[in-house]
Every structure is written in structure tokens, then in C-alpha cells.
């Protein structure tokens, strides 16, 4: 197997910026790919692309607001221009915007699902004609462990669940045009804002790290790891995969057995 698992592949990573994104546009670059990071934060994009650059890696920053139509196509075909052509698209960017049903208005409600499903349909849709002219392409969704179980966020676990179900059916639609579709579900990932975000929700770190069988919080880097897995053509039979990086979190809790 190529030490660089990525040589020659041409990579777009959106929320580039920080946490998971940032952390996987570097895995993607330490392993040959050429990468675009596409954000809405214009200083720390740049400074992303500059710290990958001065690594040694090839990267550039498109600054778009992923939710916005318009500045989807106009990015997406930048990142073609900059880059040749686009063999993998991982759709990263998110957030919770939204807690408690009763609480959510109906436009809080419609911005959660604009940013966690809308915009990995907007650059899903942009980006695909170009795979399927290329004859192929990875895709990968995040969603997150939400997506697979209740635990409040009502706007954004709802779009993260029905994350899984547009990846499922990307994969089946385009497989014919040798298009993968992927989709990982991170558990809490100690990201500066995601696990101080889930430190408040849980109370303290110690009562948030006895859900997790493993005892830890997630990496940005575990995640990375399996987007590079989906990238590279290690992946090349799997498609329509849901891909739960959790620390066993979703596969019950040792907390039952003291009830
Ligand atoms: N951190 C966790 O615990 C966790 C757990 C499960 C799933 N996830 C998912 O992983 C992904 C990344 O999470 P993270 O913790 O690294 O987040 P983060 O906040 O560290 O990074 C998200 C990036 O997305 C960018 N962004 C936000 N809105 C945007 C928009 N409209 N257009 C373009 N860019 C935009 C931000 O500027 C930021 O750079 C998200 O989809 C999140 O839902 C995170």
C-alpha cells in the first residue's frame, strides 16, 4: 500500500476551518491530495490553507456560505478551476442551532435543517455532474451519532438523520458512474467548540466521558481517518455506507447495567 494514500487526488473539504474539517484537510494533504478548504470564516480559512501550504501541502480557501445556493455554484466551480477536477467532496460544515422542540421557532427550525441537510444537497447536486463526467468520485457526509439516536438538538438530529438516508441514496442512484457516497457519524469530538458545547450539555467532562465505553471523547483526528479511508481507493467497494466513529457509544452503555 502507497505511504501516500491520496497521491493525485484532488480534495474539497467544506468547514475546512477548524475542528474535524480542518483536521481532515491536513490528513488529506499529508497524504498527496491537492485540497480546497471552502468556509465562511474568511481569516481562519486563510489561515488554514496557509498552515497546510507551509507543510508542505498543496491547498487553497474559498470563502462560501454553503446554505446560499448561488454561492454553492459559484464554488463549487472555482474549486473545479482551481483544482482540475473534484475527485472527492467531503460536506462537513454544520452545527446544532436548535435544542427543545416547544422552543424552536419555525424559522430556527428551517435555518438547522438549511445548514445540517440543505447544504449537503446543494453541494452534492453542484458537484456531481462533474464526478459523473470524470466517470467517478467520493462523496462523504457527516452527520453525527444523532442521526442515529434520540438525544435532544430536535432541527439538527433530524437533519443529520435524514443525512444518512440522502448519502444511502446518492450511493444507489450514481454507483453506476462509479460515484461513492459515504456518510460518518462522529460521537462528541473534542473540537474547541464541540466539546465545550457538549461539556455544558452533559454537566462536566467526567459524566460525559461515562457514556463513552472507550472512556474518551473523540478526536478530530479519528474522524479524519475514516474520511481518509472513504477518499482514498482503499473504499473503492464501499458506498452507502454509515460510518459510526463513536467510541462504542451507540452500542449501549455499561450505565444500564446499574439500573
Ligand atoms: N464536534 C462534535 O462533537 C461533532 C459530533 C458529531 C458530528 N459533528 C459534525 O461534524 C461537523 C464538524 O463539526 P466540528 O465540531 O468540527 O465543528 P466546528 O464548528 O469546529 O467547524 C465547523 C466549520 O464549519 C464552518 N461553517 C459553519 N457554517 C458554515 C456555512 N454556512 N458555510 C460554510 N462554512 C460554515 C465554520 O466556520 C467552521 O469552520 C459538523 O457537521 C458537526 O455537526 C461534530
Not at 474539497?12 to 490528513?27: F, M, Q, R, W
Not at 458537484?127 to 438525544?151: C, D, E, H, K, Y
Amino acid at each position: 500500500m502507497s505511504e501516500l494514500r491520496l497521491q493525485d487526488k484532488r480534495a474539497v473539504v467544506t468547514g475546512g476551518a477548524s475542528g474535524i474539517g480542518l483536521a481532515t484537510a491536513s490528513v488529506f494533504s499529508r497524504h498527496g491530495a491537492h485540497v480546497v478548504i471552502v468556509d465562511i470564516d474568511e481569516n481562519a480559512g486563510q489561515a488554514a490553507a496557509e498552515a497546510i501550504r507551509a507543510a508542505g501541502g498543496k491547498a487553497e480557501f474559498l470563502p462560501a456560505d454553503i446554505t446560499d445556493v448561488d454561492q454553492v455554484s459559484a464554488v463549487v466551480s472555482s474549486a473545479a478551476t482551481a483544482l482540475g477536477r473534484i475527485d472527492v467532496w467531503m460536506n462537513n460544515a454544520g452545527k446544532s442551532l436548535t435544542e427543545d422542540l416547544l422552543d424552536i421557532e419555525p424559522d430556527q427550525w428551517q435555518s438547522d435543517l438549511n445548514l445540517n441537510l440543505t447544504s449537503h444537497y446543494l453541494c452534492t447536486r453542484a458537484v456531481l455532474p462533474m464526478m459523473i463526467r470524470a466517470g467517478g468520485g467520493s462523496v462523504i457526509n457527516t452527520s453525527s451519532v444523532n442521526g442515529l439516536w434520540a438525544i435532544g438538538e430536535f432541527g439538527y438530529s433530524a437533519a443529520k438523520a435524514a443525512l444518512i438516508s440522502f448519502t444511502k441514496n446518492v450511493a444507489v442512484t450514481y454507483g453506476c458512474h462509479g460515484i461513492r457516497a459515504n456518510v460518518i457519524c462522529p460521537g462528541t469530538i473534542d473540537t474547541e467548540r464541540g466539546g465545550a458545547y457538549w461539556d455544558a450539555k452533559a454537566g462536566s467532562k467526567e459524566k460525559l466521558l461515562k457514556w463513552y465505553p472507550l472512556g474518551r471523547l473523540g478526536r478530530p483526528e479519528d474522524v479524519a481517518s475514516m474520511a481518509l479511508y472513504l477518499a482514498s481507493d482503499e473504499s473503492s467497494f464501499v458506498t452507502g455506507a454509515t460510518m459510526v466513529i463513536d467510541g462504542g457509544l451507540t452500542a449501549g452503555s455499561q450505565l444500564f447495567g446499574t439500573l
